[in-house]
């Protein structure tokens, strides 16, 4: 999987982590910000900037 992947895998289950619901996969529907917000950075799309063999964000074309 590219870095950048991971680290929004990461990111997103971080975000998760706020949500009391989400954090124990409650089945329960809530209203939930940090769902919203995990979509919103799963649909961020950018050309990964390697240096180095290093990743170092994302361009982002417009
Ligand atoms: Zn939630």
Avoid: D, T
Avoid at 19 to 29: E, G, I, N, R, Y
Avoid at 37 to 54: A, F, H, K, Q, T
């Amino acid at each position: 999987m590219a870095e950048h992947e991971i680290k929004k895998n990461y990111i997103i289950s971080e975000l998760r982590s706020l949500c009391a619901h989400c954090v124990s996969k409650s089945q329960l529907p809530h209203r939930c910000p940090v769902k919203e917000l995990s979509l919103r950075i799963e649909s961020l799309r950018g050309v990964p900037l390697i240096v180095n063999s290093e990743f170092k964000g994302l361009l982002w074309s417009h």
